[in-house]
T-cell receptor
Framework: KNEVEQSPQNLTAQEGEFITINCSYS?????LHWLQQHPGGGIVSLFM???GKKKHGRLIATINIQEKHSSLHITASHPRDSAVYIC????????????FGKGTHLIIQP | KAGVTQTPRYLIKTRGQQVTLSCSPI?????VSWYQQTPGQGLQFLFE???????NKGNFPGRFSGRQFSNSRSEMNVSTLELGDSALYLC????????????FGPGTRLTVT
């Protein structure tokens, strides 16, 4: 059974700080997803990774398949980045449903 | 392309009733997955449909069921509602075989009273 662990569970930082959220999973996967959820809002998919590194604006996601570990980085953090960040791992083609971490509650203070 | 749509967005039901939620995937996508999000359990996988066939199912009781139509639209049904079924229900669409991407809809917020 795949288990997904995220750390930290809660993170409060000042605007402009570099943020790192970590995710570890227990079994080999085909893809790892990073999702964002604002309070009361729906879920937005930020990244889907199967290897290496991806960058979108101030967000960077990396994955180490051998170590079964992924990180989400936010550079020059801003209060609008305040949200819950969730990692999820799963198989390919939707044949296996995603297994989710419990999420990291991020608050960026101005 | 239009994104994943879910209807209704909000719903209030009474214990013992049943409810049907709808999900329209992105045009051309053949796979639809359903997820439940609760404060206590977080996000959990319900089931996944591909080309009208259920391919995988999470650990939920038989009160939770779903189906997919030939146009890839999917519905999920919950019968004999319980208070604990109050949750955000999300669907996600995927192109299908060989694709790992999932695109999430806005969700349906179900409240059971």
């Amino acid at each position: 059974k795949n288990e997904v662990e995220q750390s930290p569970q809660n993170l409060t930082a000042q605007e402009g700080e570099f943020i790192t959220i970590n995710c570890s999973y227990s079994v080999g996967i085909s893809a790892l997803h990073w999702l964002q959820q604002h309070p009361g809002g729906g879920i937005v998919s930020l990244f889907m990774l199967s290897s290496g590194k991806k960058k979108h604006g101030r967000l960077i996601a990396t994955i180490n398949i051998q170590e079964k570990h992924s990180s989400l980085h936010i550079t020059a953090s801003h209060p609008r980045d305040s949200a819950v960040y969730i990692c999820a791992s799963g198989g390919g083609g939707g044949a296996d449903g995603l297994t989710f971490g419990k999420g990291t509650h991020l608050i960026i203070q101005p | 392309k239009a994104g994943v749509t879910q209807t209704p967005r909000y719903l209030i039901k009474t214990r013992g009733q049943q409810v049907t939620l709808s999900c329209s995937p992105i045009s051309g996508h053949r796979s639809v997955s359903w997820y439940q999000q609760t404060p206590g359990q977080g996000l959990q996988f319900l089931f996944e449909y591909f080309s009208e066939t259920q391919r995988n199912k999470g650990n939920f009781p038989g009160r939770f069921s779903g189906r997919q139509f030939s146009n890839s639209r999917s519905e999920m049904n919950v019968s004999t509602l319980e208070l604990g079924d109050s949750a955000l229900y999300l669907c996600a669409s995927s192109p299908g075989l060989g694709s790992y991407e999932q695109y999430f809809g806005p969700g349906t917020r179900l409240t059971v009273t």
